[in-house]
């Protein structure tokens, strides 16, 4: 079965250090996504990509992040100057499109801001 | 804007007994509503969809939701539970523009 691949499981980082978060999407799926899971809170929507741009985005995704897919498989997630507060599991999913279909998310990524 | 609520934290349950994991929307057009399971240290997996059709939708692990217009609820139904079905649950819409919106999230215990 077809899966959505997130490294690194996890990643521990100094505040004000940038981190690059990678997603591989499964292969035929046209959007990607990142959303964030602070622990014990809900899971919120940073931002969605299609056609290599950013096609929404969430008031969390400010300045200090930015996606990109630099070679048409990784999908990936940088934080530029890390905060405390961005300590969350990071997931990334992709789907094939279209609002009535599921999107398949990879096991997630736990990122530690210290 | 689109929300969803789930109102119990903490779900309970004795194994081999039904269970309910609650879960109202506040749409603008038409409901596209799902479910997702978490396991400790996994991803969101997809459990069931409602996109149209008959209100009761069946899913993966024998679980099922019933969509109810009127009161604008999709909850997630198992007639027998497996302590194996412990987890965390999640209830979410998306919108036209494809972006998910998750509830807080339902923890269940089933009880041996």
């Known amino acids: 079965e077809p899966e959505v691949t997130q490294t690194p499981s996890h990643q521990v980082t100094q505040m004000g250090q940038e981190v690059i978060l990678r997603c591989v999407p499964i292969?035929?799926?046209?959007?990607f996504y990142w959303y964030r899971q602070i622990l014990g809170q809900k899971v919120e929507f940073l931002v969605s990509f299609y056609n290599n741009e950013i096609s929404e985005k969430s008031e969390i995704f400010d300045d200090q992040f930015s996606v990109e897919r630099p070679d048409g498989s990784n999908f990936t997630l940088k934080i530029r100057s890390t905060k405390l507060e961005d300590s969350a599991m990071y997931f990334c999913a992709s789907s094939v499109g279209q609002s009535h279909r599921s999107a398949f998310f990879g096991q997630g990524t736990r990122l530690t801001v210290v | 804007a689109q929300s969803v609520a789930q109102p119990e934290d903490q779900v309970n349950v004795a194994e081999g007994n039904p269970l309910t994991v609650k879960c109202t929307y506040s749409v603008s057009g038409n409901p596209y509503l799902f479910w997702y399971v978490q396991y400790p240290n996994r991803g969101l997996q997809f459990l069931l969809k409602?996109?149209?059709?008959?209100?009761l939708v069946k899913g993966s692990y024998g679980f099922e939701a019933e969509f109810n217009k009127s009161q604008t609820s999709f909850h997630l139904k198992k007639p027998s539970a497996l302590v194996s079905d412990s987890a965390l649950y999640f209830c979410a819409v998306r919108d036209w523009g494809n972006q998910f919106y998750f509830g807080t999230g339902t923890s269940l215990t089933v009880i041996p």
């Open positions: 409602y996109i149209t059709g008959d209100n």
């Open positions: 292969s035929n799926h046209l959007y």
